[in-house]
């Protein structure tokens, strides 16, 4: 197990875009829709969130047609994985949670 230095992470801090990285890193990929419902938030607000995350390399998205539908899965990248840990460790710290 690799050992996290707990660092607090704007990007990530706000709720949506914790619940977002906490969702993603547990899986490989999740879809979308899947991410939108468990945040409880719609489309355009989960969009916006994952915007930024994106912008910070912390989440890639990925655009496919299935079934001629368009399908739009998420993931963390490693460098988001670290910075959710981080932020996770540092979250503990402070709250004493160790």
């Not at 890193?25 to 607000?45: C, I, K, L, N, Q």
């Not at 930024?52 to 655009?63: I, R, S, T, W």
Request: some cysteine; overall charge positive; proline content about 5%.
């Amino acid at each position: 197990m690799t050992v996290v230095a707990p660092r607090f992470d704007a990007v990530i801090h706000p709720p949506p875009r914790l619940q977002i990285c906490g969702l993603l890193a547990v899986v490989d990929t999740m879809e979308f829709a899947a991410a939108r419902d468990a945040v409880g938030v719609s489309d355009s607000v989960l969009s916006k969130h994952v915007k930024q995350l994106e912008a910070a390399g912390y989440v890639k998205v990925q655009k496919a047609t299935i079934a001629s539908r368009q399908r739009t899965s998420l993931a963390l990248t490693p460098e988001g994985r670290r910075a959710f840990d981080a932020h996770v460790a540092e979250l503990r710290r402070i709250t004493g949670g160790g």
